[in-house]
């Protein structure tokens, strides 16, 4: 397993472009956690994970089509763990 960083520069229902200075073969697997910029409940961050096969490849960045994606969360910073409706939000939103 190889990780990386990148900046989503476009995103849609169907894919993802991704600027980064490293490019990834066309056809090669990738998964993707991207941070939400909104918080659940005003609370939790949350992130984007993608599934997806890079369709496009260039020297500053890839394309992927997406095959998979969730929201998840991202973890609850401890200065908010006392609020009372916590324990609600700790599972996952599948958007398929």
Known sequence: MDTGVGSTRDLS??????ESNRPLPKGFDV?????????LHNVAPMQLVV??????S????????M???E???AGIPASRT???FLATI???ASLQ
């Open 31 to 39: 998964e993707l956690a991207i941070s939400w910029p909104v918080l």
């Open 51 to 56: 599934q997806g096969r890079i369709v496009r």
């Open 67 to 69: 095959i998979q994606h």
């Open 82 to 84: 006392n609020k009372p």
């Open 58 to 65: 260039e020297r500053n960045g890839f394309a992927i089509r």
């Open 90 to 92: 700790n599972s996952t």
């Open 13 to 18: 229902s169907g894919g993802i472009l991704i």
């Open 71 to 73: 929201f998840r969360t």
